[in-house]
């Protein structure tokens, strides 16, 4: 006997009603990995180790895909597989110091941004970002962070498409307006 991973807060579905959101595991990365990938990046500071905590993840959600219940449920199930795994990797690290008269750090590309003051820009964002009416900033977190369609943002915050629209488009001109972005642009 199996216990299931996850269960659904909703009533289970009639068999042969309700189609699985998800037919199989490959459909579910090819849809969902670019989310799943921003979420791993927002864990570790190095793209490529992002990377490897994804597969890692995904790996941990493939042996579990038959126990799975509920597929609605699944990115909550992969972002957790990710914090957990994140966490483990952070507890076994090994941790050397070598002392050195001079920093290893690699020279810039030329012609590349510096990096700190990509990451200036980035708090300015989240600053401005944060500076928005809460409706407004739910929206451009849902729409352009989280990835989803004006509809699929409509159907999360109960609200009509228009809704959704009108209200993105008011935060896009106020984030166009705020004087730290014109700044730090």
């Known amino acids: 006997m199996t216990t299931p991973v996850c269960t659904s807060a909703s009533t289970p579905a009639v068999a042969g009603t309700q189609?699985?959101?998800?037919?199989?595991?490959?459909?579910?990365?090819?849809?969902?990995?670019p989310v799943l990938l921003r979420?791993?990046?927002?864990?570790?500071?190095?793209p490529c180790d992002a990377e490897d905590l994804l597969q890692t993840a995904l790996t941990?959600?493939?042996m579990a895909w038959e126990r799975i219940e509920d597929h609605r449920a699944l990115d909550g199930y992969v972002r957790r597989a990710l914090l957990n795994t994140r966490t483990s990797q952070w507890r076994k690290r090994k941790?050397?110091?070598?002392?050195?008269?001079?920093?290893?750090e690699p020279e810039p590309a030329p012609g590349a941004p510096d990096p700190a003051e990509q990451q200036a820009l980035r708090d300015a964002m989240w600053r401005a970002i944060v500076r928005l009416p809460a409706r407004q900033r739910a929206m451009v977190v849902l729409r352009y962070y989280e990835d989803l369609s004006e509809a699929q943002?409509?159907?999360v915050l109960?609200?009509?498409v228009g809704t959704v629209k009108s209200a993105v488009s008011r935060a896009l001109g106020k984030l166009r307006d705020?004087?730290?972005l014109t700044r730090a642009c």
């Open 178 to 180: 705020d004087p730290e």
């Open 95 to 104: 941790v050397d110091e070598f002392a050195c008269d001079e920093l290893p």
């Open 158 to 160: 109960g609200v009509s």
């Open 19 to 33: 189609s699985p959101a998800y037919p199989s595991f490959a459909s579910y990365v090819r849809a969902r990995q």
């Open 39 to 46: 979420a791993a990046r927002s864990l570790t500071a190095n």
């Open 153 to 155: 943002t409509a159907e």
């Open 60 to 62: 941990k959600t493939y």
